[in-house]
T-cell receptor, first 116, second 117 residues
């Protein structure tokens, strides 16, 4: 089955700096890569996602890049703010063809702390 | 509310007890997923429903775990003879599209934190 590795496990930055979280996946059939933000005791919330026919996607301060050949994808957060502090999870799935986008394999998570 | 609702929010069970966890998906959502999230880990897939049909239960860890969605709306995850290793947060998620889709991503509930003593 699919295996997703995520690094680093913890990341500490100063407010205004950029943060980068990286993930690798094992199954070349995976074609959907969402990122979730989870605050303590709360639900995972989708912050951005990308399909394998796209190399990069940006939404305001957040961007995701995908390298299909190397089987890795990254989350970039610019101009970090204290409210960005949370646990971030990458995930992968094989959408379409009978299986589903919703059957996600998650990484282990990155605890991001943004210091004011 | 418009979100996915789960109850109870917290559940403490003694080892060997049976528990039932409830999920109310967003109205009209076809797909419903259950995930298990151990402390400090990412969620792990348990099972998937499309309407009332359970199409994938490959993630259920043992035959003590059972899920149902009899009318294609509310779902219940039942764990029989709970063990300490069952302690985790159980997350439910729903999606408007069959199987979820790029244009209809998963909406998660806040989860039920199960502690088995």
């Amino acid at each position: 089955g699919e295996n997703v590795e995520q690094h680093p496990s913890t990341l500490s930055v100063q407010e205004g700096d950029s943060a980068v979280i990286k993930c690798t996946y094992s199954d070349s059939a995976s074609n959907y890569f969402p990122w979730y933000k989870q605050e303590l005791g709360k639900r995972p919330q989708l912050i951005i996602d990308i399909r394998s026919n796209v190399g990069e996607k940006k939404d305001q301060r957040i961007a995701v890049t995908l390298n299909k050949t190397a089987k890795h994808f990254s989350l970039h957060i610019t101009e970090t703010q204290p409210e960005d502090s949370a646990v971030y999870f990458c995930a992968a799935s094989m959408g379409a063809g009978g299986t589903s986008y919703g059957k996600l394999t998650f990484g282990q998570g990155t605890i991001l702390t943004v210091h004011p | 509310g418009a979100g996915v609702s789960q109850s109870p929010r917290y559940k403490v069970a003694k080892r060997g007890q049976d528990v039932a966890l409830r999920c109310d998906p967003i109205s009209g959502h076809v797909s419903l997923f259950w995930y298990q999230q151990a402390l400090g880990q990412g969620p792990e897939f348990l099972t998937y429903f499309q309407n009332e049909a359970q199409l994938d239960k490959s993630g259920l860890p043992s035959d003590r775990f059972f899920a149902e969605r009899p009318e294609g709306s509310v779902s219940t995850l039942k764990i029989q003879r709970t063990q300490q290793e069952d302690s985790a947060v159980y997350l439910c998620a729903s999606s408007l599209a069959r199987g979820g889709s790029y244009n209809s991503p998963l909406h998660f509930g806040n989860g039920t934190r199960l502690t088995v003593t």
